[in-house]
């Protein structure tokens, strides 16, 4: 998992993590050695997260705050129950988890996120998966939450509309964090073995913060 370098995006302009290049030169071409390191590194991206192109624009990344405030939407979930978010705001920390049932990372990250729903739940945390299945598949998403013993809420994103606000590219799996106030805390893309205790820290600094 990765936080999301962002540049100019639907949350406003946020500072991209690393050194900009400084001065007129170009950059040096490549070695072979250097290129082959790079289809590797490639390709383990390409395992870590779901969906193409380049990462999505978003409010944060790592640990840096973002003074963005999260756009409100509306959506329905398996029982076909309106979910809005702007109710849950200054009640609880929402972590939004854009998924399918065809990406594999995202199988993996779903024991953890529910282990951690069901660890801080009581202290205010609210995580949300946001299915973005689309027709041919959207139909195989309450089978897939029920055998994955899924017990956090799933709203339906069958016409992208969420997706379109917070995760433009269809990255999965992809979080974004929301503080009690209403602020985006940070967003990361994908998933690996060990991100989990990443976004526990998130967790933990933002139900401690005071909205």
Known sequence: ???VPV??????????????PTGGRSA???SRGHTSIVLLVALAAGLAACGAGPAPPAAGGGGNRSATVAPDFTGRDLEGKTFRLSDHLGKSVVLLDFWSTYCE???AEFPLLGAMYEKSRRDGLLVVGVAMDGPETMADVPAFVKRMGIAFP???DDDSHIASIYNPKKSMPLSVLIEKAGRIAVVREGYNPGDEKLVEADI???????P
């Open 1 to 3: 998992m990765k936080p």
């Open 7 to 20: 540049a100019d995006g639907p949350f406003g302009a946020v500072p991209e993590h690393g050194n900009a």
């Open 28 to 30: 040096p071409k490549p």
């Open 105 to 107: 990372p995202c199988k």
């Open 154 to 156: 799933i709203v339906v």
């Open 204 to 210: 933990a600094k933002a139900l401690d913060r005071v």
